[in-house]
């Protein structure tokens, strides 16, 4: 449509220049003498436009051919530009290719021009640091730093080596020059907190966990283990003294306080270093907040604490949380400790169900053969065997180490500690023993005619307390 349109204008301004020249009756004269030139208006100005015309192709022809070589020029700087940027796109797509080889020669293609050179050259440096070329990757480095626009990516992608290279200390002085500049991005503070993590530096560690939960630049999961790992060193940092595990405590945020796994180790410290009024006040709290096997545990093995305290506070955090394998483990184990034999089996069974395990099933054998019931002691203890030989050979030992022992001392019930410390998530006290059952308790039940040897070999054997009646 917009051709026809144009084409009827073309058609109604030559209509009008028809009608106008027809109507102009006037004439020009000029006058170069010996010569006199007379010619109509109409030709004169057809004339004039035409010179007009063609004046401007001549002066447009000659400026275009004065500027040939400047354009030839810019051309070809274009062309390199062209060539320079290709040769950056080949670098980046070879570094994330895993082509190595191929990032070196496209960054040298790269150095044509100034704009692509220092991006090359960083790039070609990682490809060289990965290939483990360190003159080659030095060398890419040198060329880079002779761009200060790309500063401070130089060193970001030294600091990002250094860590590589298992250098922590160089990395935190290249990541505390970029933040003395105000680059506190998220790409440098998890730079620090890889060198901060390999130099052991848990206290600032766990501040800049602080700073990058306040911008929520990490997934909640792994923010969450990173403080809890801080956390948890710098609490066994200061194992053996009391004051000192109570003043890491409380330098910590509520938030991170209420983490489970730290509040289960900051008990067992305090524990350890008799400050045990405290740990029992730290590992309710945070049970009350959240759940945590490490905490129950902690929790249920708590000697300052009487056992039916015991049991009722874990009652209460099962009415809130359900039944977990760990809780009901534990559970069981305590009203083991207490001759609460039906529930103690209840809780055992459940815990089985829900998740077999070596100790819930050694746990619950152990109940069997309190209660004289060879033959499902024997179950139980053939499937703790069997779970034991699929697991790895280091978790098959730890799992089978049972931390409720029985000891011959009067065939009383007791904990052993090293056991306890092998089959529990964190380290608790090493001096922690069960409520003993009384050793005069006989067992009441009839039993069967036995012959002299098995009578003088019953009476050189520990007598194991069994149920008494009603």
């Not at 028809?18 to 030139?37: E, H, Q, S, T």
Request: glycine residues 4%.
């Amino acid at each position: 449509m917009r051709w026809i349109a144009w084409l009827l204008l073309a058609f109604g301004a030559a209509v009008a220049v028809a009608i106008l020249a027809r109507f102009n009756y006037g004439n020009v004269a000029i006058l170069w003498p010996p010569y006199r030139i007379e010619l109509s208006a109409n030709l004169a100005l057809a004339l004039l436009l035409l010179g007009f015309v063609v004046l401007y192709l001549l002066l447009r022809g000659a400026a275009r051919t004065l500027a040939l070589p400047q354009r030839v020029r810019e051309y070809r700087e274009r062309r390199a530009q062209e060539r320079a940027a290709l040769a950056l796109r080949d670098t980046v797509l070879g570094l994330l290719e895993g082509r190595l080889a191929r990032v070196d020669k496209a960054a040298q293609l790269a150095q044509s021009n100034p704009a692509t050179a220092a991006p090359a050259a960083l790039i070609a440096a990682r490809a060289s640091h990965r290939l483990q070329q360190w003159s080659r990757r030095d060398q890419w480095l040198a060329d880079a730093a002779r761009d200060d626009a790309a500063s401070a990516a130089l060193l970001t992608t030294k600091a990002e080596m250094a860590i590589e290279q298992q250098q922590p200390q160089a990395a935190i002085e290249i990541v505390e020059r970029l933040h003395a500049r105000g680059a506190r991005h998220i790409v440098t503070m998890r730079l620090a907190l890889a060198a901060y993590e390999q130099a052991g530096d848990w206290e600032r560690m766990l501040h800049t966990l602080r700073l990058i939960a306040g911008r929520d630049a990490m997934p909640a999961p792994a923010l969450r283990q990173l403080r809890v790992t801080a956390a948890s060193q710098l609490l066994r940092a200061r194992a053996g003294d009391a004051a000192a595990v109570r003043a890491a405590w409380r330098s910590f945020k509520r938030d991170e306080q209420a983490l489970p796994e730290v509040a289960a180790l900051a008990a067992t410290l305090l524990i350890d270093a008799g400050a045990s009024d405290e740990a029992r006040r730290i590992v309710e709290v945070a049970l009350d907040a959240d759940y945590s096997d490490a905490a129950i545990v902690v929790y249920a093995r708590m000697e300052q604490v009487p056992v039916r305290e015991r049991l009722a506070r874990i009652e209460a955090w099962r009415m809130r949380y359900g039944d977990p394998p760990r809780l009901l483990l534990e559970l069981g184990r305590l009203c083991v400790a207490e001759r609460l034999w039906g529930k103690a089996e209840e809780y055992l069974k459940s815990a089985t169900a829900r998740e077999p395990t070596v100790a819930a099933h050694l746990a619950l054998g152990e109940l069997y053969e309190l209660l004289e019931r060879p033959a499902d002691a024997s179950r139980q203890y053939r499937q703790a065997g069997e779970l034991a030989l699929a697991l790895p050979a280091p978790a098959a030992i730890a799992s089978a180490r049972a931390p409720w022992a029985l000891r011959p001392e009067g065939g009383e019930l007791a904990l052993d500690a090293r056991a306890v410390a092998a089959a529990a998530p964190l380290p608790v006290p090493a001096a922690a023993t069960a409520p003993r059952l009384p050793s005069d308790v006989q067992d009441e039940s009839p039993k069967t005619a036995a012959s002299p040897a098995d009578s003088t070999a019953e009476s050189a054997a520990p007598r194991i307390a069994g149920p008494p009646r009603g």
